[in-house]
């Protein structure tokens, strides 16, 4: 699968996720990794920061209003296009961009930070946008980003339930295996009532280990300097069930790293 074809996949989405995620259907970004990956976020009031695969921009809204002075890339037109409109009522002084994280239209140590939600996993060629993000990022700068868990998000994976319907363990298998492919879904939270006539997604799927993502690190140039395995706490899960399984294995698998 080439870039282009992946911006097409995503410029496809753009529109229905967008739609979803506004409407608080996206659980696992708004109870889980969006509050865990801020509070894993260094001070950045003042700073100059990048969002590499920002989609609709709420992610990179949110680290603006701590102070960053933000510019956002994505791989779809339709998305960029989405979170600029976003911008127009509460500016936040960002700049989106439609352009590749595999190959960023910016001069070296541009920023004092870059930051990447659930994005480089979709790519693929994600070693190349750790060795650009390295690239534009100055000197003692760092890149944070979130991927799905690969250890437990493997090419085969079965949430199981007990008999009560709680969620007991998740099976996985093919862990080294090497699958490309583009899985089909919408957000589970959405009701039906909202999910009636719209195409589900069509995501692409890359399978990495978790040695390929520490060595792509360290190959781009970076130390790891901090790892979170972020999951709801028992009040989260009760205020939103939706969210419960995240507290059998670990989903998400959030890193710093210092340039």
């Given at each position: 699968?080439?870039?282009?074809?992946?911006?097409?996949?995503?410029?496809?989405?753009?529109?229905?996720?967008?739609?979803?995620?506004?409407?608080?259907?996206?659980?696992?970004?708004?109870?889980?990794?969006?509050?865990?990956?801020?509070?894993?976020?260094?001070?950045?009031?003042?700073?100059?920061?990048?969002?590499?695969?920002?989609?609709?921009g709420h992610n990179t809204?949110?680290?603006?209003?701590?102070?960053?002075?933000?510019?956002?890339?994505?791989?779809?037109?339709?998305?960029?296009?989405?979170?600029?409109?976003?911008?127009?009522?509460?500016?936040?002084?960002?700049?989106?961009?439609?352009?590749?994280?595999?190959?960023?239209?910016?001069?070296?140590?541009?920023?004092?930070?870059?930051?990447?939600?659930?994005?480089?996993?979709?790519?693929?060629?994600?070693?190349?946008?750790?060795?650009?993000?390295?690239?534009?990022?100055?000197?003692?700068?760092?890149?944070?980003?979130?991927?799905?868990?690969?250890?437990?998000?493997?090419?085969?994976?079965?949430?199981?339930?007990?008999?009560?319907?709680?969620?007991?363990?998740?099976?996985?298998?093919?862990?080294?295996?090497?699958?490309?492919?583009?899985?089909?879904?919408?957000?589970?939270?959405?009701?039906?009532?909202?999910?009636?006539?719209?195409?589900?997604?069509?995501?692409?799927?890359?399978?990495?280990?978790?040695?390929?993502?520490?060595?792509?690190?360290?190959?781009?140039?970076?130390?790891?300097?901090?790892?979170?395995?972020?999951?709801?706490?028992?009040?989260?899960?009760?205020?939103?069930?939706?969210?419960?399984?995240?507290?059998?294995?670990?989903?998400?698998?959030?890193l710093r790293c210092r340039?």
């Amino acid at each position: 699968m080439t870039d282009t074809e992946v911006g097409r996949l995503w410029d496809e989405n753009a529109p229905v996720w967008t739609r979803l995620a506004r409407a608080g259907y996206d659980v696992d970004r708004d109870w889980i990794n969006t509050p865990a990956f801020l509070a894993m976020l260094p001070d950045v009031a003042g700073l100059e920061g990048l969002d590499l695969g920002c989609g609709e921009g709420h992610n990179t809204r949110r680290v603006a209003a701590r102070g960053a002075r933000m510019t956002a890339v994505d791989i779809s037109p339709r998305f960029a296009a989405l979170a600029r409109q976003a911008e127009a009522p509460e500016p936040h002084g960002i700049r989106y961009l439609a352009a590749s994280a595999q190959a960023l239209p910016f001069p070296a140590g541009t920023f004092d930070f870059a930051m990447a939600t659930m994005s480089l996993m979709d790519l693929p060629q994600p070693a190349a946008a750790l060795r650009e993000a390295h690239r534009v990022v100055r000197p003692g700068g760092f890149l944070q980003f979130s991927i799905l868990h690969p250890c437990f998000n493997t090419p085969y994976r079965r949430l199981v339930r007990n008999a009560e319907g709680n969620p007991r363990c998740v099976e996985v298998a093919d862990y080294f295996a090497s699958v490309e492919r583009v899985d089909e879904w919408l957000f589970s939270a959405a009701p039906p009532e909202a999910k009636q006539g719209l195409r589900p997604f069509r995501v692409p799927y890359f399978h990495r280990t978790l040695s390929w993502w520490l060595n792509a690190i360290i190959e781009a140039g970076f130390t790891l300097e901090r790892v979170e395995e972020p999951y709801a706490d028992e009040e989260t899960a009760r205020r939103c069930p939706a969210v419960a399984d995240t507290r059998v294995t670990a989903y998400f698998l959030h890193l710093r790293c210092r340039r």
